[in-house]
């Protein structure tokens, strides 16, 4: 039987700097212990988005401190790891590079075993920090910079059911919260401006609707809001438009899971069927209770990452990297930031949904 294992997880992929210790008992279960995340939105808050070169600096400025801190509230110090998990990709690659860098100096001083972990595989097993959640499971992965949906059998084994053909959910939220004037970060401001909206008051497009697959199109529906917003004179028109947003990606989610958890279960009938969202459109409550009716629907157990565990954090990161050590997979200290890095690389360089360019397939 596999040994309990404690791993300092670092994630600095976009604009939080995060760092947590996480064990892994011998049976499986998460117990974290600290998870401290450094928040860079009053230095992007200006430019109503993420400015990488700032991210990096910022990184840069607070990974230790934020390390040490995640080890003292944990009670441990570095004697006490059994490994180190850095973010590898993907993301913006000056900021991973700082995480990974961090890791590979802790890895080797202290001589700890390294994971180079993939930043959406820690947002696939998110979910399994707050609950007893076996493998395998199906898979909504929804966040500012990916939409996804993957059928899950274990650590490094994701398959490909369906993805966003251009934008993901987070980002248009946030882009249509831009356009409305509502203050960074969009997507929780638009949540909140929606509350009390009336979601019929606007009429927005529907998008692949003669499609039969598990893809997902948000840019048509982030350009008729925008232009929408150039109208709206008064409160009440920006919360119906705000609620509208909201119920339409909300809709397109629930409507393409649906689609997905009746392939899941014709292809795993006799099994439990567990549903999954995970990212940090999870913590959306609308597009989260619109999820959980369509599981019920399908017969499928719902299950979410604690709200703490949404949004990028490097408690996930650190399971992620037990998960693979428990595995006996570890990574050498050369491992590359990669700014794209698919969780199913076979079907996105099979049949992309981005073109790969230099950097390599996206998705």
Known sequence: MTLSLTVLGLETSCDETAAAVVRRHADGRAEVLSSIVGSQIAEHAPFGGVVPEIAARAHVETVDSIAETALAEAGLGYEDLDGVAATAGPGLVG???????FGKAVALARGLPLVAVNHLEGHAVSARLGADLPYPFLLLLVSGGHCQLLSVDGIGACRRLGSTIDDAAGEAFDKIAKAMGLPYPGGPALERLASGGDPDAFQLPRMLLGRKDCDFSFS???????????????????????????????????EKSDRAMKAYAEEHGGQDLRFVVAGGVAANRTVRARLEEAAARRGFSFAAPPLAYCTDNAAMIALAGAERLAAGISDPLDAVARPRWPLDEAAANANPTHKAGRKGAKA
Request: aromatic share 0%; net charge neutral.
């Open 220 to 254: 048509g529906l982030k350009t008729a809001a925008a232009r929408l917003a150039e109208g709206v004179a008064t409160d009440d028109q920006r919360r119906d438009l705000a609620a509208a947003v909201q119920a339409a990606i909300a809709g397109q989610l629930a």
């Open 95 to 101: 900021g991973v590079m700082v995480g990974l860098s």
